[in-house]
C-alpha cells in the first residue's frame, strides 16, 4: 500500500508540474523590465576577470571598482570607475600593466580617459553598452536569447538568460555564449560569464552592494577633459 501511494503521489506530481506553463524569454524579459524600471539611480561594486588563451598567447585581466547611473530625461548616463591590471606573455615574454579606466557616458557618447603605467589616454566614442530599464536590447544584439535553469549568485535567487552569437551578430569565430544572471527581487544583473567560441570561459564580471534610489551627484557624470591630454574622437570617419 505504502508503494502504491508513492506511485499516486509521483503520478499526481508529475501532473501538475506538467500543467504549469512554461516561462519564455518574453515573460522574464517582462518581469525584469517592470523591476528596471523602478529603478532610477542605481550603485554597485563591480570585479571583472577576463582571460584569453592561444597557442602562444596569454592576456590577463583583473579589474574592480564601481559602476553607476541615472535616468535623465528618459535617458541612462552612467560612470564606470575601474583599477585595472594586466598581464600578457608572448613568445617567452611577459609584460604587467598597471592603471585605471574612467568610462562617463552622456547617453549618446561615452567619454573615457585610460591610464596605464603613468601613461594616460582620453577618447570620446558612441555608446555602445546600455544601462538602466531595457538590458535586453542590447542582449538581442548579442545573440539569440535563450532560457537556462534558475541559479544562486551567492544568497540572490536569479533567473538567468544566454546569448548565443549567429552570423548574423557578428564573428562566430572570436566569441561564444554568455550568461546573464538577473536578480528575482531588484531585476537588477548580478553576473554575466562569456565563454569563447570553443567554450573555453573568458570573462566574469560581478556586481555587488547595490545601492538603489539613492542621491547621485549630477558631477558624477560630467567628463572632465584631462588637462595635458587631447582627446581622440572615435565618432568620426578615419580620414575625417
Do not use: W
Amino acid at each position: 500500500m505504502k508503494s502504491l501511494n508513492l506511485i499516486i503521489l509521483g503520478f499526481m506530481t508529475a501532473v501538475a508540474t506538467a500543467d504549469q506553463p512554461q516561462r519564455t524569454v518574453e515573460d522574464v524579459e517582462k518581469e525584469v523590465k517592470a523591476k528596471l524600471a523602478k529603478i532610477k539611480t542605481l550603485k554597485a561594486a563591480m570585479v571583472m576577470e577576463t582571460e584569453l588563451m592561444f597557442e602562444d598567447y596569454r592576456h590577463q585581466a583583473f579589474d574592480n571598482g564601481t559602476f553607476e547611473y541615472t535616468v535623465k530625461k528618459g535617458k541612462t548616463i552612467y560612470r564606470k570607475e575601474l583599477t585595472t591590471y594586466e598581464l600578457s606573455e608572448a613568445e617567452g615574454k611577459r609584460h604587467e600593466a598597471h592603471g585605471s579606466h574612467l568610462t562617463i557616458s552622456d547617453g549618446t557618447f561615452s567619454f573615457g580617459i585610460r591610464e596605464v603605467n603613468g601613461k594616460q589616454t582620453a577618447y570620446k566614442m558612441n555608446q555602445l553598452e546600455q544601462y538602466g530599464s531595457d538590458p535586453f536590447m542590447e542582449l538581442r544584439t548579442n545573440g539569440d536569447i535563450t532560457l537556462r535553469p534558475d541559479d544562486n549568485v551567492g544568497d540572490h535567487e536569479c533567473l538567468v538568460v544566454r546569448t548565443t552569437p549567429t552570423e548574423a551578430h557578428g564573428d562566430t569565430t572570436i566569441s561564444g555564449y554568455v550568461d546573464y544572471f538577473f536578480d528575482k527581487k531588484l531585476g537588477v544583473m548580478r553576473k554575466y560569464v562569456a565563454y569563447g567560441p570553443e567554450n573555453q570561459l573568458m570573462r566574469t564580471a560581478r556586481f555587488s552592494d547595490f545601492e538603489i534610489n539613492k542621491p547621485i551627484s549630477p558631477n558624477r557624470f560630467k567628463f572632465v577633459k584631462p588637462v595635458s591630454v587631447s582627446v581622440v574622437d572615435l565618432t568620426k570617419p578615419r580620414g575625417n
